[in-house]
């Protein structure tokens, strides 16, 4: 091992503070400079939160782990300063203040004057307080819009930037297995294409912005069992390769993602923390990740705690290691004295520690954290008297007209519109009855990562930070002309129905019914949506459906309005129902972006990244099934969606036609071309959502009947029409075989050009001629469109 040496290193001299040098001669050069206990430093986090008043920041307690002393840690230096601004409520401007003069201490403590890299949650923007709160990711999938969802992530990753946060945790790419489980509102869908290409874009926009993107959670998470968080994942190889891997593939490859938080969760008997084939031969070897690979929060300790593979915190930090781990989240446990004792042992290879820190220190190099002018005063600050603090307060907007603008764009993009039966836009009603639990709430547009709902419900005491227009405001806004009036009818969760008379009277007395139903974003039980807020089954929660089918039986037509995290079976309203309105945790702009499509002032555009199930128990299930998954006549349960994967009605109505195929046969390293005519046969504007699928009636493994291979965004105004002229490479329709690589058989297959994957429109019987022939992460992942304006 590394002796302790001591150097004399005048500021600014050294090799590494040298930007114009390559990065990997710096790094070696730091590298050989440091003690073993420097680089072991660099590997762990420490959770603190911003002082309020603008001081250093101090440790978070945490009931995981033992209290950390910040002095006894600096002098050998520090990796990350977890959450400094997502652990409490804090002025934006105090903390970037704190945050700066603890990273004056943390440079200035130990020999090089290394700062930390400071991470923060931005799954639903920068969950931060007074930061915009943008539409969760289930509405990023539901807009089939990446364009739009990396402008937004370029807003969140500026915000981050300019008061000196380096890396968000962000975004997910687990693809939704099991509805039930309380995490679906984080992802964006449960379609691996859709999913890779709208986290793709997420990355691209945060990195544009100087911000390392982290990708969540690798591998397999959202495939526990029963839906239930944390739980053992039981899936075959070719499941993981074929549905789980490819949106990582697709974000290291395409987006340029710097960091990947590994998944809690343990796949036949394999926790992904301890997994070196995953984390080291997938990700590294075969994909040739340059980044660092972080521990999701206590994920290492879980080694020792929950999987029972570590016997030791020291094993449990080995095992990480070996597998590819490189920094230990949130905070100093494993990496610290246990890493420091195996490595003295010899049970841990000091070489294993340099593979580690020279990921880390290049990600410092890269954000100019080694640069010899490199300044702990963040853009936000620059120029302000920092003497004063009490003068900064209020002085950064992090929710200022453009992101709520931007925010108000993704919302009203991804409001998905589910049945109408020309109730819909609503025509001046006299009066609206605006019933459920929903109504009259703020947070009900808010996901569990938003910071009011993560945070903020822990400190009832402080004013939320933003605007969060109620339902009830947003429909009195949009129809100034109507009387609204607003009953409960009964709780989120709740069983007591004694609300529900009333509810029903109102109703009677209304001319539409708007009701307002769905989920409360909690953490571990304390919702019905979030992060170990898992559902037994996919009924609405509490007693809301009751209140649904009271409102249903006035003969009043009833607009079923959701705002929820997941998708929900509605019982008799998907056929009774005068209209369906679907929204996933919308943003602080999601309120008037429903009552705009109410209204008719924002043509509906969404389509569904889940199904919605026809009944609340034939779970778990997913479009992506193979002939076996469908209904048949040999098992009563009826997995039908009520609304399928890709599903969303608008204001208008389009018409396919004129499908040419050009090229129908190819070689299995080549690619299919065809061409056909979509026209807008309404009398308004409109967007189509134009969704191919590949269908494989014959392969040497068992295939999911369809599967999405490519989309596009089709803008229209009314009569006009377009020739989309569409090339599918033989690469889209690979899959892994039977020796466990992916492979591109010969054979007959067709695509289906879609509105949904229920609404076929098209159908081109095409076929693959030639060898079977492998490939691997570097084959064609996108089809090619071009749209031109067309009379025919």
């Known amino acids: 091992m590394t002796d302790n040496v001591t150097l004399d290193i005048a500021p600014g001299t050294a090799i590494w503070t040298d930007p114009t040098l390559d990065l990997a001669t710096r790094v070696d050069a730091l590298v ?67 945050l700066l003069r603890t990273q004056q201490r943390v440079a200035a403590a130990n020999r090089f004057g290394i700062p930390a890299m400071a991470h923060e949650e931005c799954l639903a923007g920068f969950a931060a307080w007074g930061a915009t709160a943008y539409p969760v990711p289930l509405s990023w999938g539901a807009t089939f819009d990446p364009e739009l969802i990396g402008r937004m992530a370029a807003a969140i990753g500026a915000d981050l930037r300019r008061v000196g946060v380096h890396q968000g945790l962000a ?55 029963g839906g239930r968080n944390l739980a053992p994942v039981a899936m075959g190889p070719r499941e993981r390769a074929d549905v789980i891997i490819p949106p990582f593939e697709m974000a290291v490859r395409e987006g340029g993602a710097r960091s ?32 660092t690979v972080v521990a999701d929060y206590f994920g290492i300790a879980f080694l020792h705690t929950l999987h029972g593979v570590a016997g030791s915190w020291a094993e449990a930090a080995a095992e990480a290691l070996a597998a590819g781990v490189d920094v230990e989240l949130p905070t100093v446990k494993t990496f610290g004295a246990p890493l420091r004792e195996a490595l003295a042992a010899g049970a841990v290879s000091e070489a294993l520690i340099d593979r580690a820190v020279r990921r880390v220190l290049t990600q410092k190099a890269q954000l100019g954290l080694l640069d010899a002018d490199w300044s702990p005063v963040p853009a936000a600050l620059a120029g302000a008297d920092l003497s004063d603090p009490e003068a900064l307060r209020g002085t950064v907007d992090l929710d200022p007209p453009a992101n709520r603008a931007l925010a108000r764009e993704v919302a009203e993009r991804s409001v998905v519109l589910l049945a109408n039966d020309g109730t819909l836009p609503l025509d001046r009603p006299a009066r609206i009855a605006l019933v459920g639990p929903q109504a009259e709430s703020p947070t009900a547009v808010l996901g569990c990562y938003s910071f009011p709902a993560h945070v903020g419900s822990r ?23 109507s009387v609204v009036v607003t009953v409960a009818g009964v709780s989120v969760d709740g069983d007591d129905t004694s609300g529900v008379p009333a509810a029903v009277a109102a ?156 090229e129908p046969l190819a070689p299995t390293d080549g690619e299919l071309r065809l061409h056909f005519t979509v026209r807008n046969t309404g009398s308004r504007w409109g967007s189509e959502v134009v969704q191919v699928y590949a269908h494989d009636p014959v392969a040497s493994v068992v295939q999911p009947v369809q599967r999405l291979v490519g989309y596009l965004r089709v803008p229209l105004e009314a009569g006009a029409a377009c020739r989309v002229d569409l090339a599918v490479p033989a690469d889209l329709f690979a899959f892994t075989g039977r020796d466990g690589r992916r492979v591109v058989e010969p054979g007959e297959l067709e695509l289906r050009l879609a509105a949904s994957s229920t609404d076929h429109r098209l159908v081109a019987a095409v076929a693959l001629r030639g060898p079977a022939r492998h490939v691997d992460h570097t084959r064609r992942l996108h089809p090619r469109f071009a749209v031109t304006p067309s009379a025919g």
């Open 32 to 98: 050989a400079a440091m003690t073993l206990p420097e680089k072991v430093a660099q590997l762990y986090g420490v959770w603190v939160g911003a002082a309020a008043d603008g001081g250093e920041v101090a440790p978070y307690q945490h009931d995981m782990e033992e209290p950390v002393d910040l002095d006894d840690l600096l002098d050998v230096g520090l990796g990350q300063l977890t959450r400094p601004f997502g652990t409490a409520p804090v002025d934006p401007a105090l903390g970037a203040l704190s």
């Open 171 to 225: 975004p997910v790419l687990d693809v939704v297995r099991d509805a039930r489980w309380g995490r679906v509102e984080e992802t964006i869908g449960e379609d691996p294409y859709l999913v890779g290409t709208v986290a793709t874009a997420y990355v691209r926009g945060l990195e544009s912005a100087g911000v390392v993107a982290t990708l969540k959670h690798f591998a397999g998470y959202s495939a526990s069992r």
């Open 260 to 291: 990947v938080m590994h998944a809690y969760t343990d796949t036949d008997g394999m926790p992904s923390a301890a997994d070196e084939e995953l984390l080291t031969g997938l990700l590294r070897d075969a994909w040739g990740f340059p980044g």
């Open 459 to 481: 400190h009832p005491e402080v004013p939320v930070g933003i605007a969060l227009p109620t339902l009830a405001a947003a429909l009195r806004a949009e129809f100034p002309g």
């Open 507 to 662: 109703a009677r007395d209304a001319d539409v019914v708007v009701a307002a139903l769905g989920d409360r974003a909690g953490l571990f039980g304390r919702g019905t949506s979030g992060e170990g807020c898992d559902a037994e089954s996919l009924a609405l929660p509490g007693a809301q459906q009751h209140l649904l089918d009271a409102l249903l039986d006035t003969g009043t037509p009833v607009v079923a309005t959701l705002l929820a995290g997941r998708p929900y079976a509605l019982g008799r309203a998907v056929t009774d129902a005068a209209a369906i309105v679907q929204s996933f945790f919308p943003g602080e702009e999601g309120t008037p972006a429903i009552a705009g499509v109410l209204s008719g002032r924002i043509a509906p555009q969404g389509r569904l990244p889940v199904s919605v199930p026809r009944g609340p128990g034939a779970q778990p299930t997913t479009y992506l099934s193979a002939r076996l998954g469908q209904a048949s006549d040999v098992s009563n349960v009826d997995p039908t969606p009520a609304f399928g994967f890709g599903h969303g009605l608008g204001y208008t109505t389009f018409d396919w036609s004129g499908l040419v195929v050009d």
